[in-house]
């Protein structure tokens, strides 16, 4: 055991699995005992009486007893104190994971990083080489690789708009998304393998959707009623070296990114722009 994990946290992580699917009919819940949420969730934000912020970490009594419990957690807020990240309420990842239904071998991308959380349990159930995992906020990225590698996990993590997949590493034969979306966007439509299935919070509902021809699919609305936090798209920066001749930004290259943009090198212009509204990323 190291400081990432240690008998406290691996008691509760399993007390925790097993309150998430008690039947144990879920083929997630290996992933859910294994994987520990702390390493992904170090500190996490409650409202005391009077509605300001605190923040709540390691130290403080009831950390680790809120974080293996079937809550969601705000994880960043503004200078306003508005939140502006959480990891989701574990049931409800469940739920969407069962959903999704994953086998060994597909391949998965997922719009919001967040966290990392539900980026390290895919990583665990599917394999990481099989894990794409997009959010626009690089500040999110960069803490989320960072504590996937801390617990030895290495999916592809990049920064950019999400709704535009990531089309270097499509297809894909499944798509899940952490932030609330208008409606599946068309980048999924576009990167999808055949009988590809998306999952993703659309309005205050959670859509399953299975691809039965190219560019369509059919669905439904799972019955567990869930509220993301609303997809923002990354704000465009456009370079020109002639007038009325603009060029897409350069991509930066890190290891654990591909590159930081709006959406892939051959867009011009920033796809979803008009669908921006505040500075609410993903959840997981």
Not at 36 to 55: D, L, M, N
Not at 139 to 146: C, F, I, N, P
Not at 242 to 260: A, M, N
Not at 277 to 284: E, L
Request: net charge neutral.
């Amino acid at each position: 055991m190291t400081w990432l994990d240690n008998d406290t946290a691996a008691a509760l992580r399993q007390e925790f699995a097993v309150a998430l699917d008690p039947a144990h009919t879920s083929s997630w819940r290996d992933a859910f005992a294994s994987v520990p949420r702390h390493v992904f969730v170090p500190s996490f934000y409650t409202q005391g009486a009077a509605g300001a912020w605190e923040r709540v970490g390691p130290g403080d009594p009831g950390y680790l007893e809120a974080v293996y419990s079937d809550h969601a957690l705000t994880t960043q807020i503004d200078e306003r104190g508005i939140p502006t990240s959480s990891s989701s309420e574990p049931s409800v990842m469940l739920a969407m994971l069962d959903a999704l239904d994953a086998r060994d071998g597909d391949t998965v991308f997922e719009l919001g990083t967040g966290t990392g959380y539900n980026a390290a349990l895919l990583s665990h159930r599917i394999g990481e080489q099989n894990v794409t995992s997009i959010d626009v906020d690089p500040e999110l990225t960069g803490a989320a690789a960072q504590r996937l590698a801390d617990a030895g996990l290495h999916p592809f993590i990049g920064t950019g708009d999400g709704a535009g997949g990531w089309p270097h590493r499509a297809p894909y034969q499944r798509f899940i998304a952490t932030a609330a979306l208008r409606a599946i966007p068309n980048a999924f439509l576009k990167q999808a393998a055949p009988g590809a299935v998306i999952v993703a919070p659309v309005g205050y509902g959670i859509l399953r959707v299975t691809m039965t021809a190219p560019g369509h699919g059919t669905g439904w609305f799972l019955p567990t009623p869930a509220h993301f936090m609303p997809a923002v798209a990354p704000p465009c920066r456009l370079h020109s070296t002639r007038p009325g001749k603009p060029r897409p930004p350069r991509p930066r290259q890190r290891r654990v990114t591909s590159w930081d943009g709006c959406g892939s090198p051959s867009h011009w212009h920033c796809p979803g722009t008009p669908r921006a509204r505040g500075v609410m990323k993903g959840a997981s």
